[in-house]
Each structure stands twice: as C-alpha cells, then as structure tokens.
C-alpha cells in the first residue's frame, strides 16, 4: 500500500464521519442513524458506491434538511469524503464503510426514504450479472430497506447498464416516474441538481450520454 493510501486511512480511522469497524457506531447503526447518529427525524438518503463521495457531500450541501448516507468499500476514498465534509460543516452526511451485499444488516426495512446508485462499475460481462448492483439480489434489498413508496435513482454513462436495469425494475412491477437516455437534453435536467462526480465529467466530456432513471418502491405501508 502506497504512503498517500495509508494516510487517507488513517484519516478514515479518525474522521467521525466514516463509520467503520471497529468504531462502536459501526455495530450499533441499523435503526439508529437519524436518532444516535444524526439527532433528527429528517428524510435518509443512502447513495450506494459513492467513491469519494462527491455526490453525497454535493446533495448535503444543497438540502440541509435531509441526511445522507455514502457507502462504499473503500477507506481512502471515504476518507477523502469525510474530509470534504467535515471542510463544509456538513453535520447532515456520513460515510459507512461495507459492501454492498451487507446492507441490511446497517439498515433496518422501511428505515431509508432514497437510494442514489451513481455510475456504478456495469459489469456487462454475462458472468458478472450477480455483481451488478440492481440484479435481484441487489435489489430486493433496496425495496425491503426503503420506506412505502421511496424512490431509486439511477444514474450512469453505461446504456447497456441502463437498459439492463429498466428491465429488472419492470419485471418487479415498479412504478417508473422518470427514464432518459440523455439527461442533460431531457424534461428531467433538474434532477441531477447541477452535480457531477469526477467520473462523470470525463465521460460527459468525451460525449457519452448520462442515462438516468427514478423509480418508486410499490410496497404497501
């Protein structure tokens, strides 16, 4: 591990922001992030691969009545969204260090309002299907863990990806409220709220469309 990469661990490890093990919040946060960790009832925003958490840092400084939640595997990038945040007086965002696969054991069912999945690695190869983040697997955890009627967002540069994810929010039954291939040219620009991770301004630079989806979770109360 290089010296830059072991230092922004370090950071991880002592920023309160980025909640890891073996931090005592770590094992004690399904059900208690708006009561212990953010100290309000305000609506919780999970995005799922969040990097270096650009998006979430940039949607918790546009809506400070909300919480936000970035999670991801790694702590140098985590570290870089905790630095981010705390440099804002972000008091309303938070990084969770897991995999993706653990997630209902960090939330509990009905406890997040929106999920934000942002240009996520498409694994368009067949024998990755099962890593894609809104296979089945992925995504009936993400239904059980929002609340009646909570929202999905989708966002990626990946057509095959998109399509790919269309067609298993159609097989569930979900109501779609928004698909675009070219966000940026559509009804539904506002959406983005004027972010762009670093991933995004290299492909929208070299041309790439930004595919973009909300979708609402159908489930009774």
């Known amino acids: 591990m290089s010296r830059q990469k072991t230092y922004k661990y370090e950071w991880a490890e002592r920023l309160d922001s980025v ?41 918790g400084k546009l809506f400070p009545n909300m919480n936000f939640i970035g999670v991801d595997i790694k702590g140098d990038r985590l570290a870089a969204g905790g630095r981010e945040a705390d440099a804002l007086g972000l008091s309303n965002v938070g990084f969770l260090r897991i995999q993706i696969q653990f997630i209902e054991d960090f939330f509990l069912p009905n406890e997040i309002d929106e999920i934000w999945i942002t240009f996520p690695d498409p694994r368009m190869k067949d024998r990755d299907e099962k890593k894609r983040l809104t296979f089945p697997f992925f ?7 929002l609340k009646p009627d909570g929202i999905i967002h989708l966002k ?7 399509d790919y994810s269309m067609e298993q929010f159609r097989a569930y039954g979900l109501p779609i409220l928004a698909e675009t291939k070219n ?14 991770t670093r991933f995004e301004k ?20």
């Not at 999970?46 to 958490?53: A, F, I, P």
């Not at 990626?156 to 998109?162: L, M, N």
């Open 19 to 59: 909640i890891q093990s073996p931090k005592p919040f770590f094992s004690a946060c399904q059900g208690n992030w708006n009561q212990t960790y953010f100290k309000n009832s305000h609506k919780l925003v999970v995005e799922l691969g969040c990097g270096r958490g650009e998006y979430t840092n940039g949607l």
């Open 139 to 145: 995504l009936e955890k993400y239904l059980r863990l």
């Open 156 to 162: 990626t540069d990946s057509e095959p990806f998109f």
């Open 183 to 196: 966000l940026y040219e559509s009804e539904w620009y506002d959406d983005h709220f004027g972010i762009k």
């Open 202 to 221: 290299i492909w929208y630079d070299k041309g790439y469309s930004i595919n973009y989806a909300r979708i609402q979770n159908k489930k009774e109360a």
